[in-house]
């Protein structure tokens, strides 16, 4: 019989362009304009020639209507709508520090793009704490610290993590062996074989 399983999801770098927000900030602020394909490093700007504008550009996105501003990778909305029909999704998303909107706005646009309600967004820096069957996350280390917690530490070897592929995961040796993903039919997929077991 098949289990419904508990898909602990990512929001940046997944379901929100980041990296796109970042460098139309920049390019409001400097004119110059870089393909977010440029950007091959988890942190923006040390894959850009700008370090000196990275404080300007953060606290302009930190700004009542910062998150709201940032674009949709239009295959998320299809993805997680069928995600959703398999599963019990709960973004886990880290808060912007220093903000006093990022949380609240995070939560809207969560719902204007995906329909997903307030409760279930979990905001936590340290989102290895948090339990669920699949983890989907594009920054590696988060991924690491989430499989020693619950798997390495034996408190729930049955877990899996999947890694979201970008230009900046792919460019970086995952510091241990995970599964990764690149299109919503391999997440798909992957929750289908995994609700059977």
């Not at 289990?3 to 139309?24: E, K, Y």
């Not at 979990?122 to 590696?140: C, M, Q, T």
Request: with cysteine.
């Amino acid at each position: 019989m098949k289990r419904r399983l508990s898909v602990l999801l990512d929001c940046d770098g997944v379901l929100a362009d980041f990296v796109s927000a970042a460098l139309d900030v920049l390019h409001d602020l400097t004119g110059r304009r870089y393909d977010p394909s440029s950007v091959t490093t988890w942190e923006v700007f040390d894959s850009i020639p700008e370090r000196e504008a990275q404080e300007v550009v953060y606290q302009r996105m930190k700004a009542r209507g910062g998150c709201l501003r940032i674009p949709i990778y239009e295959s998320a909305r299809e993805g997680v709508a069928r995600l959703r029909e398999l599963a019990d999704v709960t973004v886990v998303t880290s808060p912007f520090s220093g903000s006093e909107t990022w949380a609240h706005e995070r939560e809207k646009w969560l719902h204007q793009h995906f329909g997903i309600e307030h409760r279930d967004v979990i905001h936590a820096h340290k989102k290895f704490r948090v339990h669920g069957d699949v983890f989907i996350d594009d920054k590696p280390e988060h991924l690491a610290a989430w499989v020693d917690y619950w798997v390495r530490s034996g408190r729930d070897r049955s877990v899996s993590a999947l890694l979201w592929g970008t230009p900046r995961t792919t460019s970086e040796s995952p510091p241990l062996p995970l599964r990764q993903v690149d299109r919503w039919s391999q997440v798909i997929d992957f929750i289908i074989m995994r609700s059977e077991l």
